[in-house]
């Protein structure tokens, strides 16, 4: 079946695609989702990503109501859409939902990995099973923006830890990581801080809760080799913070791909 002029083809994740010819199997999500939403037939042309930057061309080969195949075509040249360096966000837990709008406006402003941590002055409580089915809700989150704004690569979400280990978890992971650590108790500007140093390496962006960090995670984190930085004179929401610091090192650091 061909495809609609300006139309784009749809878009899935399948992690085991790697080479032209492969046959695959959906699976039951991505079947349902493909059949009763997009309304998909035998034939209809698709696009299946892999997550690590592959991407094919591919067709649905068979589709039933218990099983679902699809012929991985041509592999796909596509712009390359990940910024020149990592940017990882640890994000102390906020309220509600806040932490889907974290996930999902970073992803699509190029974020490569988040790491929610339990903080002293969260007022959320995540542990055992509730922060498994947590975890799984937010990768569905980054999944589906990294699929709407065409991310190369699929961010990684970790499980919520507290931060002395979510710090030792990245110094372990990340050695040359850059931890910018932000507090109102400090005077070196996130701006000046960029233009003076020109950072290479990873950028960890370190975001407290609603009510801050306490002066004993400023202190563990200092220890720890982190930059205490300040972003504005204003106070922004934890929210807002992080998108507002990825999309200024961004721009201060050229991290856009060309």
């Known amino acids: 079946m061909k495809q609609e002029k300006g139309k784009r083809l749809p878009r899935f994740l399948l992690e085991h695609c790697n080479s032209e010819g492969q046959v695959l199997?959906?699976?039951?999500?991505?079947?349902?989702?493909?059949s009763r939403?997009?309304?998909?037939?035998?034939?209809?042309?698709?696009?299946?990503w892999n997550g690590q930057g592959g991407e094919f061309q591919a067709?649905?080969?068979?589709?039933?109501?218990?099983l679902a195949q699809v012929h991985i075509g041509d592999r796909l040249a596509v712009h390359d859409t990940e910024l020149r360096r990592t940017v990882h966000v640890l994000q102390a837990l906020p309220e509600g939902d806040k932490m889907d709008w974290i996930l999902e406006k970073c992803t699509e402003l190029g974020v490569a990995g988040f790491h929610p941590v339990q903080a002293q002055r969260s007022v959320v409580k995540?542990?055992?099973e509730r922060a498994?089915?947590?975890q799984v809700h937010w990768e569905r989150v980054v999944l589906s923006a990294?699929?709407?704004s065409e991310r190369g690569t699929l961010p990684m979400v970790e499980p919520v830890r507290p931060l002395r280990d979510a710090l030792e978890q990245i110094s372990r992971n990340w050695p040359d990581a850059q931890v910018l650590w932000f507090t109102p108790h400090t005077e070196m500007r996130l701006t000046a801080w960029a233009q003076a140093t020109r950072p290479e390496g990873p950028l960890?962006?370190?975001?407290g809760p609603e009510g801050g960090w306490t002066p004993e995670e400023t202190l563990l984190a200092t220890e720890s080799g982190a930059v205490p930085l300040r972003f504005s004179q204003r106070v922004l929401r934890t929210e807002t913070f992080a998108m507002a610091c990825v999309a200024q090192?961004?721009?201060l650091l050229s991290l856009e791909p060309n």
């Open 249 to 251: 090192l961004t721009a």
């Open 59 to 66: 067709t649905v080969q068979y589709l039933s109501k218990k």
């Open 204 to 207: 960890i962006i370190c975001v």
């Open 25 to 34: 199997d959906l699976t039951d999500d991505l079947m349902h989702y493909a």
């Open 126 to 128: 995540l542990e055992g």
């Open 132 to 134: 498994s089915k947590r």
């Open 37 to 48: 939403v997009l309304r998909i037939r035998d034939g209809e042309a698709l696009r299946v």
């Open 146 to 148: 990294s699929l709407q």
